[in-house]
């Protein structure tokens, strides 16, 4: 392994003149500039719409994504936004909860997990509907407006996701405001941040192609009945 790495070493060829120099400098500032294309895309045009829980407009649903269980039960910062959700509802500023989460597995289930938490939390069960099928934030928002309906929501998640979640519900037909509920700047939000790095890319060109969901399915129903 040493020797593999040694000999990439010697086969790199730095540049011997100035203008080497000046060319590899423009191309290194290029390619961070594209690099950080879609990340900046994101913000432009999410910053504007994440606001608290004391002040998101009203909407007819909030949407909550999953992040993760721990032993069954919500993790820490699945159970913060589940918190807002729950905060948003009493205060009347949304009238139904989605949960959309990863229920890919028999021993896993996201959805169920925030659904007894929002219950013990004091959620009528009649308004909280779930998605078992949001195995990542496009596959979330897309089907939120293909399957259950949604055209408007305020859409609840930490602060480091929540504009992407926020550019790809436009993306999806979604007209969204969002709440960044806080979190400790922990190992945990750390990893989030520098993940929201790379996965810009992938949210960028989910909203610019716009492909279908791991799954679709028939329209669901009850979405429209916890609203009536």
Partial sequence: MRGLVLGLVRR????????????????????TVLALAPATWMNAMAGPRVRTVADAPA??????????????E?????AHRLDAAAELYDRGTVRAILVTGDNSRHDYDEPDAMRSYLLRHGVPARKIVSDYAGFDT???CSRAHRIFGVDRAVLVSQGFHIRRALALCEA????????????RHDVTW??????????????????LLRPDPHFLGPHEKG????LR
């Fill in 12 to 31: 790199i060829r730095l540049p011997r003149t100035r203008r080497g120099w000046r060319r590899t400098y423009q191309a290194v500032v290029v390619l």
């Fill in 59 to 72: 909407a007819p649903v909030a949407v909550v994504f999953g992040a993760g269980l721990w032993n069954g």
């Fill in 74 to 78: 919500p993790s820490p910062y699945l």
């Fill in 138 to 140: 496009w596959d979330s």
């Fill in 172 to 183: 999806a037909g979604v007209e969204s405001y969002g709440v960044g509920v806080a979190a």
């Fill in 190 to 207: 750390a990893y989030g941040g520098v993940r929201e790095i790379f996965a810009a890319g992938k949210a960028a060109a989910d909203a």
């Fill in 223 to 226: 979405l429209a009945e916890a």
